[in-house]
Each structure stands twice: as C-alpha cells, then as structure tokens.
C-alpha cells in the first residue's frame, strides 16, 4: 500500500518527479508536476473566433497555457520507468494540489499488476 506519508512535499514535484514501488502489488509508479498540452483551437478559421472569449488571455491560442497537474504512471515491476515498454504505462492526472496528491494516493492503491 502506498502512504501519502511516504512522498514528498508538494514543493519538490514542481522541480522533480518521484519514483517509488509498492512491492505487493508488483507495482512500480512515478509521480511527476505534467503541464497538459494546450488544445487548438477548433474555432480558429471562424470569423467570430475570439469574439466575447473575455479578457482572459488563456482563451487565446498565442501565449495560452494549460494549468499544471499531478501525472502518476504506474507499471509492472520490476523495470525502471526508462527500460519499460511505454506500452504498459497507465497514468492518472489530478490537480495540482495537496488534495490531488492525496486523490493520486488513492488511486494508486486501487491498482495492481497480480
């Protein structure tokens, strides 16, 4: 089982990701601060496009970002993140936020490779 005691702080993922495994499982996971790609915007060739889009500079496609996220990815041990076949992968996004740590945790701990 993986215990929200055992990661770190919500400061270090904003510099690092965290790697770790949870050996009952057969389960090896890293956790990581992942900013989504920003969508295209499917409007672009309309004439209206960014008509009453509000004054939020995100709603633009020049200088738009996405907001960050917590990105776990878990596979079956027992092979480090770079010699595992990215086909076994499976990841999971919440907020990036203590509560979106604590929803990874959860999550994590409903997964197995047995």
């Given at each position: 089982m993986i215990d929200r005691k055992r990661l770190l702080a919500?400061?270090?993922?904003?510099?690092?990701?965290?790697?770790?495994?949870?050996?009952?499982?057969?389960?090896?996971?890293?956790i990581e601060r992942y900013v989504?790609?920003?969508?295209?915007?499917?409007?672009?060739?309309?004439?209206?496009?960014g008509v009453?889009?509000?004054?939020?500079?995100?709603?633009?496609?020049?200088?738009?970002?996405?907001?960050p996220v917590f990105r776990a990815t878990i596979w079956p041990e027992p092979y480090s993140y770079e010699a595992t076949d990215p086909g076994l992968f499976i990841t999971h996004d919440e907020p990036f936020c203590e509560e979106g740590l604590n929803a990874l945790v959860d999550w994590m701990n409903t997964r197995d490779f047995l």
């Open positions: 919500l400061d270090y993922y904003k510099k690092e990701h965290f790697s770790g495994s949870d050996s009952e499982r057969n389960m090896r996971y890293r989504p790609p920003v969508p295209e915007d499917t409007a672009e060739g309309d004439g209206d496009a009453d889009a509000g004054s939020n500079s995100k709603s633009s496609a020049a200088g738009a970002s996405s907001e």
